[in-house]
C-alpha cells in the first residue's frame, strides 16, 4: 500500500428521501473521473461515495412510505449501486450511516468533542429548515423574507419552503470560536475551496460572525445516540461530515485501522454541490480543529445542472413541477453511458451552473465522439487493415523520432492535459486533447493514404502514415481513458495494446514512440455511432 501515495477522494453522501437523480450522478462522475486519473498517475486511490441516511427529513420520507427509516433507506440503497454500476462508476467503498463503523465513529467523537472542551448544554430556540437540515437564525430569515417581500412567512433562505420553530434541549457546537482560526486558513491555504471565486463566498459567511451550532436534538430519535446523554441524536450534518474518516478508520481502535487512517487522512478532494459548501468549508474544518485532526487539502464545489429553455435560451432549475426535469436514464438512451459522461464532463464547466439541453448533447456527441474521434479510430484501423494484412504495419528503424504534424502537437500533450485535470479542469482537459484527434482527421485529409497506396515506391511513407495514426490513437485512448473508460480500452484492444488499459504510468505510456507494429488490428462496429436528427 505505501509503495504508492494515497489519493483519498470523496463524494457527498447523498441523501436517501429520493432516488438518485442528474445532480448526484454529476457529482460522483466528477470524481470518478479524477480517481481513474490518479490512478493512471500511479496514486494508491480511496474514492468513496454513500447514503446519508439519518436525520427529520430521512424519518419524514419513511413515513410518506409506510415504512420504517431503516426499511426505507434499505430499500433506497439498491437504485444507487445500480446506477453507479451503470456509470462505471469505480468507487472502492460506499458507506451508509447507519452502519456499525458510523455509530462507533460518531460516538468516538462526541467524547473527543467532549474533553476538547468546545461542546456545552444549552436550549434551542430558533428556525429550522427539515429539507435542508439547517438551522437558521432570526436575522437570516427576516433578511431572506425581506428580499423575497415575504415577511412574516418565515421561509427558508436556501430553498424557500416554511421553516420549522424549534425549541428544544440541544448540545451546541462552539463553531463561534473558530472565526478567526478559519480565516487563517482561508488566508494561508487559498485553494482549500475551489473553484476560486467559491472561496469569496465562504469567507465572507465567516467574517460575518459564526454563530455556535445546535449539534443534538431530541424531539425525533432517528440518527445517533450521544455516549453520555441518550435522550439526544446527533444533529445530521455532525454526524454526516464524519463518514468520510469514518470510511478510513477514525474511531476504530484496531491497528490496522489506525495504519489506514494514517496513510489515507487527510483527504486530497471532498467533490460537493455548492448548496452544501459551507458544512464543508466551514463547520467541518471547525470540528476537525476542536478535536486536533488534519484538515482535508481541497473542497471542490461544482455548480447546478439547470435545463435549457430552448425558446429564451435561458437555464431554468429542472423539477418536475415545470416538465423539464430530466432523469440520467433518458440521457443514457440517448447517449449510451460513455457518451453521457462525456458529456457532463466536458460541456458543463466543473464548478459553474450548466445548462443542459437535449439538442446539445446531440450536438456534442455527433462533433465530437462520432465525426472526430470515433471516425479516426475507425478510418485509421481500417486503412491499417486493409494495406496491412490485418496487422499495425511494422515500425522501422528511426520512425519515432522523424517529424511529422502528429508527433508535434503530441510531445508533451500529457503535462499539458495534467494541468487542467489536477485542478479538475476537466474540459480544458478535453481540448488538449481534442486538438490532437483533430489534427489527426486533417492529417488524413492532407496525406491521403488512400492515393499514397496506390504507387509502390511510396510504401514507407504509407506505413509512416499508418503508424502516425495508431500512434495518436494509442495516446489519446489513454488520456480520454477516465471519462470513457470502456471504449477507451476497447480502442486500444483493436489495435492489440489492451494490456496498456490498466497503465500506472500516464506520463510515460503517453511518451511519443511506443506504439508496437506488427500486431493484429480489428476494425470493429463504431465506437460512437452518429445521431440521427429526429
Not at 456499525?100 to 476538547?116: D, K
Not at 443534538?216 to 446523554?229: A, H, M, N, Q
Not at 458529456?343 to 446531440?362: H, L
Not at 511506443?514 to 476494425?523: E, S, Y
Amino acid at each position: 500500500m505505501a509503495d504508492k501515495p494515497s489519493f483519498f477522494i470523496t463524494t457527498p453522501i447523498y441523501y436517501v428521501n429520493a432516488k438518485p437523480h442528474l445532480g448526484t450522478a454529476y457529482s460522483t462522475v466528477l470524481c470518478d473521473v479524477q480517481a481513474r486519473y490518479r490512478r493512471a498517475k500511479g496514486y494508491d486511490v480511496k474514492f468513496l461515495t454513500g447514503m446519508d441516511e439519518h436525520g427529520e427529513k430521512v424519518e419524514e420520507a419513511a413515513r410518506e412510505h409506510g415504512m420504517e427509516p431503516q426499511e426505507w433507506c434499505d430499500s433506497q440503497a439498491p437504485y444507487f449501486k445500480e446506477l453507479w454500476k451503470t456509470l462505471e462508476i469505480s468507487n472502492d467503498d460506499f458507506i451508509r450511516t447507519t452502519e456499525p463503523r458510523q455509530t462507533r465513529a460518531v460516538q468516538y467523537l462526541w467524547e473527543r468533542m467532549r474533553e476538547s472542551g468546545y461542546i456545552y448544554k444549552g436550549s434551542y430556540d430558533g428556525w429550522y429548515c427539515v429539507p435542508e437540515e439547517t438551522y437558521f437564525t432570526e436575522t437570516q430569515v427576516a433578511h431572506a423574507d425581506e428580499e423575497r417581500h415575504t415577511e412574516g412567512q418565515h421561509l427558508c433562505p436556501d430553498c424557500g419552503r416554511p421553516l420549522e420553530r424549534v425549541q428544544e434541549e440541544s448540545w451546541f457546537f462552539k463553531l463561534s470560536a473558530f472565526q478567526d482560526k478559519l480565516l487563517k486558513l482561508y488566508d494561508e491555504h487559498p485553494d482549500f475551496v475551489q473553484p476560486s471565486f467559491r472561496m469569496n463566498e465562504v469567507r465572507t459567511f465567516v467574517e460575518g460572525g459564526l454563530q455556535d451550532l445546535s449539534v443534538s436534538r431530541t424531539s425525533f430519535d432517528w440518527g445517533i445516540k450521544l455516549p453520555f446523554d441518550e435522550k439526544h441524536v446527533t444533529y445530521v450534518w455532525f454526524d454526516a461530515l464524519l463518514n468520510y474518516m469514518t470510511a478510513v478508520g477514525y474511531g476504530n481502535p484496531s491497528e490496522a485501522a489506525k495504519k489506514e487512517l494514517a496513510f489515507r487522512w487527510p483527504a486530497q478532494y471532498h467533490v460537493v454541490g455548492k448548496d452544501i459548501i459551507r458544512f464543508h468549508c466551514v463547520i467541518w474544518p471547525a470540528m476537525l480543529m476542536a478535536i486536533g485532526e488534519a484538515l482535508p487539502e481541497h473542497v471542490f464545489a461544482h455548480g447546478f445542472l439547470m435545463v435549457k429553455n430552448e425558446e429564451t435560451g435561458q437555464g431554468e432549475k429542472m423539477s418536475k413541477s415545470r416538465g423539464n426535469a430530466i432523469a440520467p436514464q433518458e440521457v443514457i438512451d440517448l447517449l449510451g453511458v460513455e457518451g453521457y459522461r462525456y458529456y457532463f464532463m466536458t460541456d458543463v464547466k466543473p464548478g459553474e451552473d450548466g445548462a443542459i439541453s437535449f439538442s446539445r448533447m446531440e450536438q456534442v456527441y455527433n462533433a465530437d465522439l462520432a465525426n472526430s474521434w470515433g471516425n479516426l479510430v475507425s478510418r485509421a484501423l481500417n486503412m491499417s487493415v486493409k494495406y496491412f494484412d490485418g496487422k499495425s504495419p511494422e515500425v522501422p528503424e528511426g520512425w519515432a523520432d522523424r517529424p511529422n504534424p502528429l508527433r508535434d502537437v503530441a510531445l508533451g500533450i500529457e503535462g499539458r492535459y495534467a494541468a487542467h485535470m489536477d485542478k479538475i479542469e476537466y474540459d480544458d482537459a478535453k481540448d488538449v486533447v481534442m486538438e490532437l484527434v483533430h489534427a489527426a482527421n486533417h492529417y488524413i485529409e492532407d496525406s491521403e493514404p488512400w492515393n499514397v497506396a496506390k504507387d509502390p515506391a511510396r510504401a514507407g511513407e504509407l506505413q509512416d502514415i499508418i503508424l502516425n495514426l495508431l500512434e495518436t490513437i494509442r495516446i489519446c485512448a489513454h488520456l480520454l481513458a477516465p471519462f470513457m473508460p470502456e471504449t477507451s480500452a476497447e480502442a486500444l484492444r483493436r489495435m492489440s495494446h489492451g494490456d496498456e488499459a490498466a497503465t500506472d504510468d500516464l506520463a510515460a505510456a503517453c511518451e511519443w514512440g511506443q506504439l508496437k507494429g506488427g500486431l493484429p488490428v480489428t476494425k470493429g462496429d463504431a465506437l460512437f455511432p452518429r445521431l440521427a436528427k429526429k
